[in-house]
């Protein structure tokens, strides 16, 4: 049961431009939800986080959107650069909750 | 200095055998927890400590022990291994349950035989 769905494996975006990342989840209970970065031979890194009272957070270059109607998040890197080249993982937490459920990961290639 | 470190990176055995795979972390941190990335990519809780006390315990088979000595170690120990085991084991750590931003190690490669 995959409550938390990253459906395009990979997206490849020139360097300079946006990369869009999405991700759907299923469960209403979900209050909090995170974007973490990963790559080759290493965990996970944190990188932005954003509740469900909000509908936007900003960190330099990444953006994350949410669209609690529509149980939607996205994540935009503006200008993306090859150092962003990695899988992103979304992840979700349920009020009440101190477990992270994740998505299954998105590879971004950012071409220089 | 390595943050999470596991030990040891990769690990291939029979199946059967009993394991351990060692986390340590020098952050500080009150939380640690052990996450599976299966076959299929996903990262799966499997157990998270507090102060060494045990607040998640997934659905995992009770051939899967954690042992927390002290808050800085997190250790996983698995007996009598089976092919489906096979996985990629993280370590994680976080200041507190209520903090998300987890830190983690860079994994254990686990392949049964």
């Known amino acids: 049961d995959q409550q938390v769905k990253q459906n395009s494996p990979s997206l490849s975006v020139q360097e300079g431009r946006i990369s869009i990342l999405n991700c759907d989840y299923t469960?209403?209970?979900?209050?909090?939800f995170l974007w973490y970065k990963k790559y080759p031979a290493e965990g996970p890194t944190f990188l932005i986080s954003i509740s469900s009272i909000k509908d936007k957070n900003e960190d330099g270059r990444f953006t994350v959107f949410l669209n609690k109607s529509a149980k939607h998040l996205s994540l935009h890197i503006v200008p993306s650069q090859p150092g962003d080249s990695a899988v992103y993982f979304c992840?979700?937490?349920?009020?009440?909750?101190?477990?992270?459920?994740f998505g299954k990961g998105m590879k971004l290639t950012v071409n220089p | 200095d390595t943050a999470v470190s596991q030990t040891p990176k990769y690990l291939v055995t029979q199946m059967g055998n009993d394991k351990s795979i060692k986390c340590e972390q020098n952050?500080?941190?009150?939380?640690m927890y052990w996450y599976k990335q299966d076959s299929k990519k996903f990262l799966k809780i499997m157990f998270s400590?507090?102060?060494?006390?045990?607040?998640i315990n997934e659905t995992v088979p009770n051939r899967f022990s954690p042992k927390s000595p002290d808050k800085a170690h997190l250790n996983l120990h698995i007996n009598s291994l089976e092919l489906g085991d096979s996985a990629v084991y993280f370590c994680a750590s976080s200041h507190s349950a209520a903090d998300y931003g987890y830190t983690f190690g860079s994994g254990t490669r686990l392949t049964v035989v």
């Open positions: 992840a979700a937490k349920q009020g009440g909750s101190e477990k992270l459920v």
């Open positions: 469960n209403s209970m979900f209050d909090y």
């Open positions: 400590y507090n102060n060494k006390e045990l607040i």
């Open positions: 952050l500080g941190h009150d939380t």
